[in-house]
């Protein structure tokens, strides 16, 4: 029925138990029962009229909105919902551009999809006590709204249900809230504050992803799932706790430029695949010891991260793990890990010191390429394969330390042109012939050679430290020697002459004494007698004993040839001769004095 002043229809779920009536730019709905759903806008009967009604008024007795019914009012500003309502049906009051505040009643317990979507000009809502479920897109690209408060009636928020509504600020979510959906508060980039109620267990994909303005969150204890890319893009997230709960994380915090140092919980297992991915203002990190996998990307360009320390509990380092750190100078591989990914730590151009752990038995394709201020790397025993690329472009690498006699098999060159390769000596063979490892011929050489290089390399640098750091101790034992010289050297210089005077004298009549083997043999006896007495005077008694009865058996032949040749000059080169041997032993003895002294001192000092 119509007239020329207003048009009522019929639009009852049972046909007339309720009534629409248009009267002006008012449309009333009255009767008993719920308002049936229409599947686009242009079913309804009002359709005609969406761009003039400015006033919706629900009569109390309706008790459900159905799906469509004022869809794309645009100037519709004001809307009152009775509380007899008690559910909001699918694209209700969508695209109600014109509509800016709404009070929901606590009679409703459902908001569908899309039911306030769009709602460029809202800015104000009241969700009710009642309210339990908030269906996906519900409030989607309101732009205008600026905070919400949902309550603890609610247990589901859905997919997007604020998606990209930019003007938001805040958010509380009720402790009734079980779990929110993918991309619930996606987009809302003036977003700053966010309280989480306790009940939440479920966090979804892309939660708060493009939420830019959020700088710090609190997740509470009773969440025990995470979605993938929950915070990613976060700009300027800076400070968020995740509880123990949490066993795995992954695709976490993708993008969060102002993330500087995060916290993982004890109970997380798996650092999953991209959890951290261009976190450009990442330092440090600490993974705890329960982690076993460190996934795809994990923590790749995470440009500033200088220190990560990988527990013992880790197994798998995944490809592009911590590739593009280009802050990370040093990094251990601990035993337990059994494979290195491909492009793991590619591209970390700072990293100068890389520790490979034993149990690690396969490095992947280009695993530390483009690492150019790495200049040695040592292969574990236990490593069989090495792949491709597997140190490109590690300009400033000189050296390969391989620990395994067998040479490990390699998927293609390894490094851009061959460098020295040290070996196991008992391994030389194998390397030289194998594939590969064959074009290294002209650089290969022992492991044990340059082990002792070091070693003597860091002690000298260890005796010069030390020397820098206590200069009073040094000059206290330069006077302690000064003093012993004074003794040592006249000493050593006189036993020399006289010894070698009556080497030449015996040496002119050897019948006189027996030949030449008894004369040999006190030859060597007075060359122990002066070792002796030089070692006791300047190192104690018992490094006397040793180094006189040491130099009688060790030096007997070269010395008796030296006494051969005395034998057949004058008499006093001899002496010359005797005393420059005599002088040269207690030069000797004083250096080597010198060097026990030092050691001993440093031996003191660290057991204090």
Known sequence: MS???????????????????????TLTIS????????????????NESRGSITEVIIAEGVTSIGRCVFGEFVNLVAAIIPNSVTSIGESA???????????????????????????????????????????????????????????????????GAFFDCTSLVSVAIGSGVASF????????????????????????DLAFDRCIS????????????????????????????????????ERLFGHCSGLESFTIPNSVTSIGNYAFLCCTGLTSVIIPDNVITIGKSAFSTCTNLKSVTIPDSVKTIGDLAFSECAALTSITIPDSVKKI?????????????????????????????????????????????????????????????????????????????????????????????????????????TLESEVEQKKKKLETEELEKWKQEHPEKLEEIKKKLAKKNKILFPLGGIIGGVWFAFID????????????????????LLLGILTFILEWIGSGPKNGIKMGCGLSVFGAIPMALLGLLIGIIHIGWSIIIGVMVGLFMSLVVSVAREDSMLASARMERKER
């Open 31 to 46: 009767g008993k029962g719920a308002i049936k759903d229409y599947n686009t806008i242009q079913d309804r009967p009002w």
């Open 505 to 524: 004298i015996a040496l002119a009549n050897p019948s006189a004494y027996g030949g030449y083997w008894p004369i040999i043999g006190i030859h060597v």
């Open 341 to 445: 990914g491909f492009d793991a730590f590619s591209k970390c151009t700072n990293l100068s010191s890389v520790s490979i752990g034993d149990g690690v038995t396969s490095i992947g394709i280009e695993a530390f390429s483009g690492c150019a201020r790495l200049t040695s790397v040592t292969i574990p025993n236990k490593v069989t394969s090495i792949e491709r690329g597997a140190f490109a472009g590690c300009t400033d690498l000189t050296s390969i330390f391989c620990l395994s006699q067998i040479p490990p098999r390699v998927g293609g060159a390894i490094v851009d042109k061959p460098i020295n390769l040290y070996v196991p000596k008992c391994g030389i063979s194998a390397y030289k012939s194998a594939e590969y490892w064959k074009d290294f011929v002209s650089y290969i050489k």
């Open 3 to 25: 007239t020329n002043d207003a048009q009522t229809w019929n639009c009852g779920v049972y046909g007339d138990n309720v009534i629409v009536t248009r009267s002006g730019d």
């Open 181 to 204: 959906g993918k991309s619930a508060f996606c987009g809302c980039t003036k977003l700053a504050s966010v309280i989480i109620g306790e009940g939440v267990t479920s966090i979804g």
């Open 93 to 159: 009051f969508m695209a109600c551009k014109g509509l800016s505040s709404v009070t929901i009643p606590d009679s409703v317990t459902i908001i569908g999809e899309n039911a306030f979507i769009a709602c460029t000009d809202l800015t104000s809502i009241n969700i009710g006590n009642g309210v339990k479920s908030i269906g996906s897109y519900a409030f989607g690209t309101c732009t205008s709204l600026t905070s919400v408060i949902i309550p603890n009636s609610v247990t589901s928020i859905g997919k």
């Open 214 to 249: 959020l700088k710090s969150i609190t997740i509470p204890n009773s969440v025990t799932s995470i979605g993938e890319y929950p915070f990613s893009n976060c700009a300027y997230l800076t400070s968020i706790s995740i509880p123990n709960g949490i066993t795995s994380i």
